[in-house]
């Protein structure tokens, strides 16, 4: 800064040279000193480029510092951005493995109250296995065989739907009752002989035997010959006589007439429906539906389905009697058949449940639980 007012000044003084008049008496010694004020002037103008050079470096310079300080911020935002991402992602991150976690804690400890749960059923099973064992009376096998075959009897009867082998096996669980000779099962010895009754009552149907009928009805369904075509009667014909009156001469010609041409040619008239006789193809429909019908039958056997029964054997019996000889022996005995089948009665009603099933297992799991009770007071 000192070099510009220095050079700033100079200037002044030269100005002040210049001033001087022509005829001063120093006008020599100015002249002899030019070339130190032309120094002066280069010294100025280097001095200027100086200072001018110092602008433009120091107007880069801050120029300069600005562009790096932009840069920055945009790296720094640009960071920042980049730090905001990475923390979401983190948090995101987090957020899973915490469900994951949470999840996995959740399978485990359901998994562990699981096999806790087995345990005890286990637990509770063995030991009620060992009392069983240790405080079993010398005759509660009857007791649990009765309760096996009153059981047997109920899936005979509801699933298999068989009275009879549900009645025997009702009959050997009351002799085990019966081998106890305990007094204080009565009552359940009376439930028991209901149930044996109840059972006794139910219809028996041979199933397979009726559907064996119908399969060989089914059979003679080709047999069975056709009727004949069903004519109505014919009307009795009157035979004119000639008469012996000449008066009658027309009359007695036409008579003539008829009966010569009679010989010939003979008309009837009959009154009333014809049924004709079935084409070959027709023949075929007739016996095929019959048997369609006869299946529907056997299907409705084993469905307890008594009306879909009845009338596939009602429309079975009135086609046979429409389009078969009811003269032939076969097409009687076949219709006869089917009507007694169809009198047949294919549905029985079972009764809802056994009477002696739920007293007979509460005998049993009472005095389990006083086996077990008694049990756990002498290991007390």
């Known amino acids: 800064m000192t070099t510009n007012n220095n050079s700033q000044t100079e200037p002044e003084n030269d100005s002040l040279s210049t001033s001087i008049p022509e005829s001063s008496p120093t006008t020599s010694r100015q002249d002899a000193s030019s070339p130190s004020s032309n120094k002066d002037k280069k ?4 001095g200027a480029v100086a200072i001018a ?4 470096l120091s107007g880069s310079l801050a120029l300069y510092s600005q562009y790096q300080q932009r840069q920055y911020q945009a790296e720094l935002t640009q960071l920042q951005t980049q730090l905001l ?5 983190l948090q995101q991150q987090m957020a899973q493995n915490k469900e994951h976690l949470d999840s996995t804690a959740k399978t485990i400890s359901s998994q562990t109250e699981t096999q806790l749960g087995q345990q005890q059923k286990s637990i509770e099973s063995l030991q009620l296995a060992i009392a069983d064992v240790k405080g079993r009376r010398p005759n509660d096998w009857l007791l649990a065989e009765a309760d096996y075959l009153v059981k047997m009897a109920g899936r005979k009867l509801y699933l298999e739907h068989d009275p009879e082998t549900a009645t025997q096996l009702m ?11 305990d007094p204080s099962l009565t009552t359940l ?7 044996i009754t109840a059972l006794k009552s139910i219809p028996l149907i041979d199933r397979d035997g009726l559907v064996l009928r119908l399969v060989s009805l089914e059979q003679q369904i080709d047999q069975l010959p ?7 009667e014919a009307q009795q014909e009157t035979h004119e006589v000639v008469s012996q009156d000449i008066n009658d001469w027309r009359h007695n010609l036409i008579t003539s007439l008829k009966d010569f041409a009679s010989n010939f040619i003979t008309f009837r008239s009959r009154d009333g429906n ?13 016996r095929e539906n019959l048997k369609a019908k006869l299946e529907t039958a056997i299907r409705a056997v084993y469905d307890r389905q008594p009306e879909v029964f009845t009338s596939s054997l009602t429309t079975a019996e009135t086609w046979s009697g429409s389009f078969f000889n009811p003269d032939d022996k076969g097409v009687k005995s076949f219709q006869n058949t089917i009507a007694e089948l169809a009198k047949q009665q294919i549905k029985v009603t079972y009764p809802v449940k056994l009477v002696s099933q739920e007293p007979l297992s509460d005998l049993i799991r009472e005095r389990l639980r006083r086996e077990v009770t008694s049990m756990t007071g002498e290991e007390n």
């Open 189 to 195: 010895r009376q439930a028991m002989s209901s149930d």
């Open 171 to 181: 009959e050997s669980a009351d002799q085990r009752i019966a081998a106890l000779n």
């Open 85 to 89: 991402s990475t923390q979401q992602q």
């Open 226 to 232: 056709l009727a004949n075509a069903i004519l109505p």
């Open 43 to 46: 010294a100025i103008r280097l």
């Open 53 to 56: 050079l110092s602008l433009v």
């Open 274 to 286: 014809v049924i004709p006789l079935l084409s070959p193809k027709q023949d075929f429909y007739l």
